[in-house]
């Protein structure tokens, strides 16, 4: 389900926070060892990302081109269950936008998030691709394809928690 405005996606994060305050601890020990190789995923797909300056590519991009792939409206694909994977490490959910025209989760070095939706991860634009070339293209893909699959694998995990405890997130 996508959320259609700013109250939806605060809907969402009040869903995912009320999970996380009912089951944290429960799902702490249910995603044992793969919310922490989850975790080190998104390190190292970050680390990959930071190392190639993709992350500096994107920021000067936004400042001096006006444009922003982390833009108004991709939050509204982020679900309960995804946020409420962040919740679990530690993340601290914003409870409003900081750029106007960006994501409700773009804060000022970046996305808040440790978990991601997959379009986040996956989209590399085409001055990306100019600017690092086809190998390092080809890494990136490789660690962030890891990030992607561990984040799925966890988020089925938090479902089928949330299903056998009879838990009522959204999208579930």
């Given at each position: ?5 700013n ?5 969402t ?11 944290s601890?429960?799902l ?6 793969l919310?922490?190789?989850?975790y080190?995923a ?18 000067r ?13 991709l ?14 490490v530690?993340?601290?959910?914003p ?10 989760f773009?804060?000022?070095d970046?996305?808040v ?12 634009c ?8 086809h ?6 893909q ?10 799925f694998?966890?988020c ?6 949330l299903q ?9």
């Amino acid at each position: 389900m996508v959320a259609l405005s700013n109250s939806c996606v605060i809907e969402t994060i009040e869903e995912a926070m009320k999970l996380h305050k009912r089951y944290s601890t429960e799902l702490l020990s249910f995603l044992g060892d793969l919310l922490v190789r989850g975790y080190e995923a998104t390190k190292v797909s970050r680390s990959t990302m930071h190392s190639l300056g993709i992350d500096e590519i994107c920021k000067r991009c936004d400042i001096e081109e006006g444009g922003s792939c982390c833009a108004k409206g991709l939050e509204n694909y982020y679900d309960s269950v995804l946020l409420l994977a962040n919740l679990i490490v530690g993340v601290k959910l914003p409870v409003k936008r900081y750029a106007e025209n960006g994501c409700f989760f773009l804060g000022p070095d970046g996305c808040v998030l440790t978990f991601r939706h997959t379009i986040c991860v996956n989209y590399l634009c085409r001055a990306i691709y100019e600017k690092i070339g086809h190998e390092n293209v080809v890494r990136v893909q490789k660690t962030c394809g890891e990030e992607m699959h561990l984040t799925f694998l966890i988020c089925e995990r938090i479902r089928e928690f949330l299903q056998h405890t009879g838990g009522n997130g959204a999208e579930i």
